[in-house]
């Protein structure tokens, strides 16, 4: 379990997934995929997620979305586990003349996790995770069907304005403080008669990691990897697509977590080797995440 802590830098951290509308801001913390979901155990946290997006049609134009979410696991059996989280957003845009704001509480999200653990090996070295988890996301958070009024885009609003279902596969093989684990996240935004639709998301990740004890107390987690990111085109409320919306994106997320008794820091960094966002019209420059977690 100790060696699941120290990876859960890179599982929080890297399945952020960003894509490019409303990738970058509504959806941009992908909450709750992770390998904090093979931890059985009550976590109360704090992470903070940061995206910069650069326009490529217009020159000096840069996009900063930024989260800050409140998250709590709760244990109620041996196999279960409930999760929680309660985002707070804030969106800036950037030009030469003038910087536009977006702020507030954004889309809460619930779900549930069945977990198996299993050990292998004739002295059962190889250890085994298996969570399967489902959801939905709450449209709480404010939406503008009117925001193009204020020259922003879509993906500016702090909700998407509709329920999404959420289904999230995690698996880990370790052996002694070596690893590997691999995620994915599906999110299908339901629709509302009359009102514009976020494209679904699609995201998958896979990463090594090894834990290094530093002292009894003191465990540091490096994590690399690759991951996947997908996003339908938003579509709008005629039943044409935003061809300004959706794309792919391949990165390279790289992360270092330090566990200290019941507490993990961790940060990452993402850095993107493939992109075509938005049909090419933004650029991810970087995405940053650092997160606080206490396990009890």
Not at 20 to 32: P, W
Not at 155 to 164: M, P, R, V
């Amino acid at each position: 379990m100790n060696r699941f802590i120290g990876v859960l830098l890179f599982g929080l951290m890297c399945m952020t997934v960003a894509r490019a509308c409303d990738i970058c801001a509504c959806n941009m913390g992908m909450q709750g995929v992770g390998l904090h979901q093979l931890i059985h155990s009550n976590i109360l946290g704090m992470s903070y997620t940061s995206a910069v997006y650069q326009s490529k049609h217009e020159s000096g134009v840069y996009d900063y979305f930024r989260n800050l979410s409140v998250q709590g696991t709760y244990i109620p059996s041996s196999n279960w586990k409930l999760n929680a989280f309660v985002p707070y957003q804030w969106n800036v845009r950037k030009n030469q003349e003038q910087k536009q704001k977006a702020s507030g509480v954004g889309d809460i999200q619930i779900m549930g996790h069945y977990i198996i653990k299993k050990d292998y090996g004739s002295c059962k070295e190889w250890k085994f995770t298996l969570d399967v988890g489902s959801g939905l996301k709450l449209p709480t958070g404010k939406y503008e069907a009117d925001l193009h009024a204020q020259n922003l885009p879509e993906n500016f609003n702090i909700g998407n304005g509709h329920y999404a279902l959420i289904f999230q596969p995690t698996f880990a093989l370790s052996r002694s403080s070596f690893g590997f684990y691999a995620a994915g996240n599906y999110q299908y935004n339901l629709e509302i008669k009359d009102r514009y639709r976020f494209g679904n998301q699609f995201g998958i990740i896979g990463t090594f990691f090894c834990e290094i004890p530093v002292k009894d107390d003191l465990k540091v987690t490096p994590t690399a990897g690759l991951q996947w990111e997908y996003s339908e085109k938003d579509r709008y409320a005629t039943g044409y697509n935003n061809s300004e919306t959706g794309g792919y994106g391949l990165l390279m997320p790289i992360g270092l977590s330090l566990r200290w008794s019941d507490f993990v820091l961790q940060n990452a960094f993402s850095f993107p080797l493939k992109q075509n966002y938005a049909n090419g019209g933004s650029q991810l420059n970087s995405r940053f995440v650092c997160q606080l977690h206490y396990f009890f």
